[in-house]
């Protein structure tokens, strides 16, 4: 019996367990065994030609089996096979136009935990004086990651935002205070860190991040460090950092799982090399739909702190080629090999992608103007008020719906959508909704599978119904 870890978003399909065994002397058999055991989990690792999907990685304890001998590899009882999916974070670096070549006397005192330590000293300080760094995202892992590299006397520091303070945001997003809410996350994590240190430079970029912008965004800095949390912007982050020769810390962050390492180093990995394509819409709910731990992106944006100052004075061991996965809840680190792929279409040998391409369609986010099967909530609740005969299904979870619901809707997770069909006429009029749009699309695709032809997506979910119908509805 080898053990098996499921990460949290699959757990969904292993009725919420986090660990599993099963039987096999292969990896292809442990993962035949896990999913007949677990059907629906067979749809979220195979395509439908059986091939494993390629925003899935399996490690046989630290080695990835595509190094091995793929679903071939042997399996030894005291082995551990775990997924990863991808989860919705020196010398090259380019040099200051004046490089300071002293420190000054305030800056003696206040770096003098630093400099007192040979492997920094005034050489290593000197070196993060001269460093530029761009955090992309003022959120979860950028708010750590803007108070220690400000602390860390970096000499200018880039901010990509264009989003506002707001009380969701309060207990993880430590950089921002009560008194912020409202404000721009910009202005309010610059304030702080003028605070915490004044020598540091501040580019503020009120941007969305876009192929059209993002290369000259990125060009102006020494190290980039992806604290974004969604699909498109991350595939655009890794692509413009290999394109620019860049190195890309990364991280990201789901309830109380989180992932680091450094990619687009010269020679090393990228993010493509490891996940080639994104997972479907829906599938990895983001913090909003899915929640996180607060105190998570403390722990995971520290991680890249201290990464990305290691790289600009070049000492230690760096993450290149390391995922490191944290589990907040077994309080335990887990380290994974992660390789260059020759043939990554990006960073490989012969790259197909030479410049940004359109970020939002290769990971199948649907544009605007697909409204197709979407309901607006005041659509619904006149459909309801008109005593319509329709079904509404909630897919949230349901300590989701302890927290807020809509009445008559039904709740089925969904993850237990697939096996719970037969509770649902096929010859309903449907309506499915669940936090804000994204899962009820994914359930929506489902039903439409199996057959059902009336079935439409609550557009904004149950947010949009607190905002436009009933406002007693609280916001989470
Ligand atoms: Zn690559």
């Not at 990651?145 to 009380?167: N, T």
């Not at 890309?248 to 993010?271: D, H, L, M």
């Not at 609740?381 to 005593?387: A, C, P, V």
Request: aromatic content about 6%.
């Amino acid at each position: 019996m080898a053990k098996i870890l499921i990460p949290t978003p699959l757990r969904q399909y292993t009725e919420k367990q986090s660990e599993v065994s099963m039987p096999g002397a292969t990896v292809g058999e442990v993962l035949s065994a896990l999913t007949t055991r677990y059907a629906d989990l067979r749809k979220q690792l195979y395509s439908d030609a059986g091939a494993l999907r390629s925003y899935v990685n399996v490690y046989v304890n630290d080695e990835d089996i595509r190094y091995l001998e793929k679903d071939k590899t042997a399996v030894k009882d005291a082995d551990t096979l775990t997924i990863v999916p991808s989860i919705a974070g020196g010398s090259t670096l380019v040099a200051e136009p004046q490089l300071a070549t002293e420190l000054t006397k305030e800056e003696i005192l206040r770096y003098s935990r630093h400099l007192i330590m040979p492997e920094v000293g005034v050489e290593g300080q000197l070196k993060l004086k001269n460093a530029s760094v761009l955090l992309v995202g003022a959120g979860g892992l950028g708010a750590p990651l803007g108070l220690y590299l400000a602390a860390a006397g970096i000499g200018r520091i880039g901010l990509v935002d264009f989003d506002v303070v707001d009380h969701t945001n309060l207990h993880r997003q430590i950089i921002h205070g009560t008194k912020d809410v409202g404000r721009r996350k910009l202005d309010s994590a610059a304030d702080r860190m003028r605070d915490i240190n004044p020598n540091v430079k501040l580019d503020l970029h009120e941007v969305a991040l876009t192929s059209e912008n993002a290369l000259d965004i990125l060009r102006d800095y020494d190290i980039i460090v992806d604290g974004t949390d969604n699909f498109p912007t991350r595939y655009l982050v890794n692509d413009a950092c290999v394109l620019l020769g860049k190195p890309n810390v990364y991280g990201s962050i789901f309830r109380f799982e989180g992932q680091a390492t450094v990619f687009a180093y010269p020679g090393g990995p990228c993010y493509r090399c490891s996940y080639p394509e994104p997972p479907p819409p829906g599938l990895v709910p983001s913090c909003a739909e899915g929640g996180v731990l607060g105190i998570l992106p403390g722990m995971i944006g520290v991680i890249q702190a201290t990464e990305t100052v290691k790289l600009i004075m070049g000492i230690g061991e760096s993450l290149v080629g390391r995922l490191v996965r944290y589990d907040a809840l077994e309080m335990r680190f887990r380290e994974y090999k992660v390789r260059r792929d020759p043939e990554c279409p990006v960073c490989g040998d012969h790259p197909t992608i030479r410049k940004l391409i359109d970020y939002q369609q290769f990971c199948g986010i649907p544009q605007q103007v697909t409204t197709r099967g979407e309901l607006d909530v005041t659509e619904v609740k006149q459909k309801i008020d008109r005593g319509d005969d329709f079904l509404l299904i909630d897919v949230r979870e349901p300590h989701e719906y302890q927290i807020a619901c809509i009445p008559t809707a039904k709740l089925i997770p969904l993850g237990e959508v697939a096996k719970r069909l037969n509770e649902i006429d096929p010859d309903a009029e449907i309506v499915v909704h669940c936090k804000s749009g994204g899962r009820s699309a994914r359930a929506v695709e489902i039903l439409r599978q199996n057959g059902y032809k009336n079935v439409a997506n609550m557009r904004g979910g149950i947010l949009a119904w607190s905002e436009k119908v009933d406002p007693r509805v609280p916001k989470y």
